[in-house]
T-cell receptor
Framework: NAGVTQTPKFQVLKTGQSMTLQCAQDMNHEYMSWYRQDPGMGLRLIHYSVGAGITDQGEVPNGYNVSRSTTEDFPLRLLSAAPSQTSVYFC??????????????????FGAGTRLSVL | AQSVTQLDSQVPVFEEAPVELRCNYS??????LFWYVQYPNQGLQLLLKYLSGSTLVKGINGFEAEFNKSQTSFHLRKPSVHISDTAEYFC?????????????FGKGTHLIIQP
């Protein structure tokens, strides 16, 4: 059971380049989310999804796009990378209830992270 | 909206000594509380969580935390630390009524175990 898998583990981009951070989970979790981790800032929510075809913005969505075409995958896209997006990115997933929302008490499972540098 | 304050960015402790990592939260609604641990170059792993009931919560690796509603605190403790406990520890909160938004994290406390 792989859990939450993120690729790549490391990436260096030039300003203005685009890329997609991949996230896949094999636990059949409906809820998935992306966080960024910056020194002294903790983790901040970028985007989240409560199921295939449904996404919404978190605390810091600017500069990022997401889509959710399948339950398993939740890619994060940077259309035009900026130095301010240098960070460590974490994907997480958890179970949801029958009404389609993440049960607050449920554990979120995190991937190992993608370390991104934008020059 | 909720917020979390971890009062210490770094805590150095000698091996086999006790440790307390402090966490205070602010919320106008009922919340659930969590402690996550991040070992070097790894993702976050749940240590323990408080949902309801007993205010003393026991987690993995010998850690425990106590929920204090009057002081809005959820401090993490371990009676005797090991070198392997060196990691970043994050306190997090979420609205207990459910909803699709994510966890609100504190800025983290780096626990440094000295031999």
């Amino acid at each position: 059971n792989a859990g939450v898998t993120q690729t790549p583990k490391f990436q260096v981009l030039k300003t203005g380049q685009s890329m997609t951070l991949q996230c896949a989970q094999d636990m059949n979790h409906e809820y998935m989310s992306w966080y960024r981790q910056d020194p002294g800032m903790g983790l901040r929510l970028i985007h989240y999804s409560v199921g295939a075809g449904i996404t919404d913005q978190g605390e810091v969505p600017n500069g990022y796009n997401v889509s959710r075409s399948t339950t398993e995958d939740f890619p994060l896209r940077l259309l035009s990378a900026a130095p301010s997006q240098t960070s460590v990115y974490f994907c997480a997933s958890s179970e949801r209830d029958a009404q389609g929302v993440r049960l607050a008490k449920n554990i979120q499972y995190f991937g190992a992270g993608t370390r991104l540098s934008v020059l | 909206a909720q917020s979390v304050t971890q009062l210490d960015s770094q805590v150095p402790v000698f091996e086999e000594a006790p440790v307390e990592l402090r966490c205070n939260y602010s919320s106008s609604v009922s919340v659930y509380l969590f402690w996550y641990v991040q070992y070097p170059n790894q993702g976050l792993q749940l240590l323990l969580k408080y949902l309801s009931g007993s205010t003393l919560v026991k987690g993995i690796n010998g850690f425990e935390a106590e929920f204090n509603k009057s002081q809005t605190s959820f401090h993490l403790r371990k009676p005797s630390v090991h070198i392997s406990d060196t990691a970043e520890y994050f306190c997090a909160v979420t609205y207990s009524g459910g909803g699709a938004d994510g966890l609100t994290f504190g800025k983290g406390t780096h626990l440094i175990i000295q031999p």
